[in-house]
């Protein structure tokens, strides 16, 4: 059993102010495999404290400074790789391939990306050659960071990398149900050797550090990703004391995938959903058929499904693994049985366990078919290898299903018409859509329209999250 109950706080490991033990469960098991403690308010105004006192001293160090300490960072990383990997497949399920080249590339890409964003940003600058007009860029304060389980790594080092580049204080409450590569993560800042009190990091739930985090008025900033649920709470939260609120939060990507498609289209797109066991907050998780191909992609779609193998995380291959918890599960379950009861056409998959796997929140790769949008599987995000597939006549009946739902955050469209293409993905209302199976690249903006979210991670554009905007006049005179 790992222990790992301190807190990392002004440069120490320090014990909670109050023992709270809490499990985290390894789901391909559901057997606890670490104990950790649950913060309290007092253990959360101690690290805001320090991040406060920290803050006067890290904002002023040069640029240069603080590349230097995330170019160690980067190395230690890359170091403890294979440790960030056990750690992120045992507390949320991944396996171990995909832990690896996934999960904890990931963090890699984001880390390297920020540290060559910010070798060429200039944090200040004249406004125009001829005016005496001064911009300056500068830290936006002590931030309050916010994560969640599904891509531990990836989340965390979205924000805290570019909260320590532009100068930022922080304190991080990673998800109390994936804990362990977050307490990693905060050891290798440690190594990296960041000042005392720069970065922090309390563990506990959302109810209690979360909810003191969003209200504090010595916080600046929350950055959260997470559900829209707890989004709104934070935002209500915050608005008292005016903090910058940026909130990434669920979606219920659509995926039009036109007569036209490429020959790999609905495999591909099946793949994607899967893939994270469905765990992805951009997954494609209703694909719409155009209808003269409409029963060859649902063959299509059963036979892919059907390929796919669900084993425990602890195994390298290329199967998926469980959910992460018994409430994600239920909550899975009763979606699927929903699914059945409205009336959509349980193609395959269900409810029952995978063969061969009797412990382990295990879901079979699921697929519904003559889905429509009003049914809950395809209005709430599932966040399971659940597919809807949803039959369509018209490019604009397509969009205009796409976009009917409160979320935003990535579509996806298949189709060899480049010009068909262009039209369709402007019309899309969310912060990503994917043409014929295309990824991003690291340092592209990512994040939400809508109840989506209302902040940009990634690159550039989350590096400017983390920053205020000042003009000088004068500066010349
Ligand atoms: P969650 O909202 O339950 O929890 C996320 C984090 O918020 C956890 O650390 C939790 O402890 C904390 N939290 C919960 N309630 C809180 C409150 N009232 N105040 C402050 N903090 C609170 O979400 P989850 O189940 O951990 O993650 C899955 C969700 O995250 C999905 O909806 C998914 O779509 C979303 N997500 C979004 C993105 C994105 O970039 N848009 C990326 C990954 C995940």
Known sequence: MIEKKNFYINGKWVSPSKPNDFEVIDPSTEEPFAIISLGSIEDTDIAISAAKKAFETWRETSKEKRLALLEKFDQIY?????????????????????????????????????????????????FDPKSNNHIRYEPIGVCGLITPWNFPMNQIVLKVIPALAAGCTMILKPSEIAPISGILFA??????????????????NGEVVGNHISGHPDIDMVSFTGSTRAGKLI??????????????????????VFADSYPNAVRDG????????????DAPTRMLVQKPIYERAVKEAVDEANLIKVDVASKKGDHIGPVISKIQYDKIINLIESGIKEGATLAAGGPELPNGLNKGYFIKPTIFTDVTNDMRIAKEEIFGPVLSIIPFETEEEAINIVNDTSYGLGNYLQTEDKEKAHRVAKKLRSGTVYINGNGTDSGTPFGGYKQSGNGREGGFWGLQEFLEVKTITGWNK
């Open 270 to 281: 099946v793949r994607n959903i899967m893939s994270n066991s469905g765990q992805s907050c």
């Open 78 to 126: 890359n170091r403890r790789w294979d440790e960030m990997v056990k750690a992120q497949s045992t507390e949320m399920g991944a396996p171990l391939d995909y832990a690896s080249e996934t999960h904890t590339k990931m963090g890699a890409d984001i880390s390297k990306n920020i540290i060559k964003i910010i070798k060429d940003f200039n944090f200040e600058h004249q």
């Open 235 to 256: 935002q209500k939260n915050a608005a008292d004391t005016i903090k910058k609120v940026t909130l990434e939060l669920g979606g219920k990507g659509g995926n039009i």
């Open 187 to 204: 050891e290798m800042i440690h190594e990296a050797g960041f000042p005392p009190g720069v970065f922090n990091l309390v563990n506990g």
